[in-house]
């Protein structure tokens, strides 16, 4: 793999790397329909050599593609994804640039380096980054280099939130009502608000992905949404212009699929339902919707057709509507790239649309027509990131993977990743560590499918939202299908908390950690299956222990024969057998004759486990009966008193400082903001108080729970 170097002047730096046989990456799994591992059934001629302008999981999902289609790929990389996957899995590699995205994967000029020294035919954007700026497309072409996407007109026309709403009305397109032009002041937003009528969603007017979204339901909530917007914006896509528009109170986000060529050709591949999201980002979607009839699913789909054909589209895109309760739908944006949930219309379709995206950019017209088209069983796709979901559903955690194992020795899973074990979270990029793909022939078997998956995924050294995923898809709500844009906050309203142990399932979870506890003092008196004593003691066949779940401590007894281990949690009986391997992560137990997966996070000698049961890692303590009444004289450790300062929620970087020392707050006046992957949060104080002193100023980098603020 030959691998490059572009960084500023005087540093430039060009060396080759041969690593043969090393660079592997597990190919995906054949349960998702769409078969990656098979070349195309066609000999045709596209390209000898792909540039992804790209980073992370999307680099190595095009990157698989043009292997199959045995195309030379380049990956580029900033300074500290040096040793990344995608980087690893390429051809070749350039680094263009430091860590930050506007010195590196949004540096065009290093890009465009990149492309002319490795002499790439084409590229590649992915999503994110440069894979909607017309500026970039147009350079390419300048270049003589294609720029697998749409033109740079649809680019523009569609990127465009204000423009693309103006042509979904000409294209007689259904939209939502609201304010066409661009809002320039607070004040202007307010009155414009005002006469559309609240709620309203203060969004900014390029790009995507959640970013520079606020919904307002009053005057101030207008003031400070345009502000956050508009910053958002600014720093996400260099653009900071918004637009106000009627909020659909509890909506469905459904979106089509669609794929057009250059011969006036265009498909829609069906829908994916988008409706579970956090601060208007997407966690959980699915294809198809359990809500559309196909009445509805048809009237969506050539809408959104008739769309892409009125700005001439070509490649693969997505038209994304509200719905509201009477199946009334709303035109909300169009995304002119490849959309991070396209692995679930692989799967129903049998569609590899990167290769679409490939065979359309060098002008091949599609192979297929709108009856061809299937809806072949069911998917499902959970974006597994490195969040705190317990804190605002998910605020980013950084650190290093110390365990990575993903769950793809599971039937009909597929995890769509660009990390491996070792890699880094940093606080430059999205955290997100993959997208788990689930397929069935029905909705229950793929969700089940899921369960399975989350269960069996291994993630240590990061914070992430498996919790959090695991109990959205096994929730009665979501399995029925009763879902909205508004699901979590209507179904935690005072915030994720976790699992919700049952007494039962209390009783498995205390029984587990008790015969692991056992397990691990009976391996403890062995060295190679002789007894660490020479003398011979009787061995144990049953003990009387203690374990403590938050404040409660309940009476276990253990009696061990052979593999089996009969538990009495508070006298009632819990029959645990496994095949006990004190080594691995994952803890697959029987109990009470059912299957139970347990993951062991952590363990030590004075009797601590951490088990992860059903998503959710529960603290269990197992003492001997001694134990647990000399614990009683231990004094207690007394909280933090959190009221009297304010401490950073996450690692990020501090935008702003809006007081001094000395100063008087009000409770919930913004003391700081914190941007974390691009996304602006307010630190607000809990009381009313003065200022003490201020640890923090503008610039500076963060990191979870470091002290920002002091309050007297």
């Known amino acids: 793999m030959a691998t490059r170097s572009i960084l500023p002047p005087p540093a430039r730096l060009v060396f080759v790397l041969k690593m ?32 992804i302008a790209n980073r992370g999981e999307i680099a190595c999902r095009v990157i698989k593609t043009c292997k199959k289609m045995g195309i030379q790929t380049v990956a580029v990389h900033s300074d500290v994804d040096s040793n990344a996957v995608h980087v690893k899995m390429a051809d070749e590699a350039v680094c263009v640039g430091l860590a930050p995205t506007n010195r590196s994967y949004l540096n065009m000029d290093a890009i465009l380096d990149a492309v002319r020294d490795t002499r790439s035919q084409a590229v590649h954007p992915g999503y994110g980054f440069l894979s909607e700026n017309k500026e970039f497309a147009k350079r390419l072409a300048k270049e003589r280099v294609t720029f697998i996407g749409p033109d740079t007109h649809a680019i523009q026309a569609m990127g465009d939130k204000i423009e693309s709403k103006l042509i979904a009305k000409a294209a007689k397109v259904n939209t939502i009502p609201g304010f066409d032009g661009v809002v320039e002041t607070p004040e202007e937003a307010v009155k414009i608000a005002q006469n559309i009528g609240y709620p309203v969603m203060i969004k900014a007017s390029a790009g995507g992905g959640g970013k520079g979204m606020r919904v307002a339901w009053n005057d101030a909530e207008t003031r400070e949404g345009f502000r956050f917007s508009s910053q958002e914006a600014a720093s996400s896509f260099g653009d900071d212009r918004l637009l106000i528009e009627k909020y659909i109170d509890n909506p469905r986000h459904i979106e089509i699929q669609v794929l057009a060529d250059q011969h006036g050709n265009a498909l829609w591949l069906n829908e994916r339902e988008c409706s579970i999201q956090r601060r208007n980002q997407k966690v959980v979607e699915e294809a198809p919707s359990t809500f559309l009839d196909s009445a509805t699913r048809r009237a969506m ?10 700005v001439k589209y070509s490649s693969a895109g997505t038209v994304e509507f509200l719905v509201d309760s009477k199946k009334n739908f709303y035109f909300l944006e169009m995304n002119t790239r490849l959309q991070v949930e396209h692995p679930i219309t692989e799967c129903i379709t049998g569609l590899d649309l990167v290769e679409q995206m490939i065979r359309v950019a060098k002008g091949y017209p599609l192979r297929h ?32 993977l110390s365990q990575y194992q993903e769950p793809t020795d599971l039937n009909n899973v597929r995890v769509d990743s660009g ?13 997100m560590i993959s997208k788990l793909i689930t397929y069935g022939a029905t909705r229950a078997e793929a969700l089940a499918k899921m369960e399975d998956a989350l269960d069996n995924y291994v993630i240590r050294g990061v914070t992430h939202n498996i919790p959090l995923l695991r109990e959205i898809i096994t929730h009665p709500r979501f399995i029925s299908g009763d879902i909205s844009t508004n699901f ?37 008196q062995n060295i190679l299956g002789h007894l660490r004593l020479a003398s011979k003691p009787v061995e144990s066949t049953c003990w009387e222990l203690c374990a403590q779940l938050g404040q409660q401590c309940h009476q276990v007894q253990v009696n061990k024969s052979g593999d089996l281990y009969s538990v009495h949690v508070d006298g009632e009986r819990v029959d645990v057998h496994g095949q006990w391997n004190l080594a ?17 996070l952590s363990r030590d000698a004075s009797g601590h486990i951490v088990l992860q049961y059903l998503g959710t890692s529960f603290k269990v303590r197992i003492l001997s009966k001694l134990a647990a009444k000399l614990n009683t004289y231990m004094p207690d450790k007394v909280p933090e008193d959190t009221s009297s300062i304010l401490r950073s929620p996450m690692p990020g970087t501090v935008v702003a400082v809006t007081v001094e020392p000395g100063d008087q707050v009000a409770e919930g006046q913004e003391i700081c903001v914190i941007e974390a992957m691009k996304m602006q949060n307010s630190m607000t104080a809990v009381k009313q108080a003065k200022v003490k002193r201020v640890h923090c100023k503008p610039g500076e980098t963060v990191g979870e729970g470091d002290l920002l603020v002091e309050l007297e």
């Open 488 to 524: 979590l906050p209507e179904i935690y309203p005072e915030g994720f908390k976790g699992h919700q142990l049952q007494e039962e399932q209390k009783q498995e979870l205390l029984a587990a950690a008790a015969a692991l506890y056992v397990t691990a003092q009976l391996a403890s």
């Open 20 to 51: 043969a046989g090393v660079l592997q990456h597990a190919p995906f799994q054949s349960g998702c329909k769409a078969n990656y591992s098979t070349k195309p059934k066609t000999n045709e001629k596209t390209f000898d050599k792909i540039l």
């Open 584 to 600: 691995s992560p994952l803890l697959p137990l029987t109990i009470n004759s059912k299957h139970r997966m347990f993951q062991c």
């Open 369 to 400: 027509k709108q009856e061809d088209v299937p809806i072949n069983g069911w998917a499902f796709e959970s974006r597994v990131y490195a969040e705190d979901p317990y804190k605002s559903f998910g605020l980013p955690s950084i650190g290093r």
């Open 419 to 431: 990390i491996e074990e070792g890699s880094d979270i940093s606080i430059y990029y999205d955290p």
């Open 301 to 310: 789909g050539e809408q959104a057709v008739q769309l892409a054909k009125a």
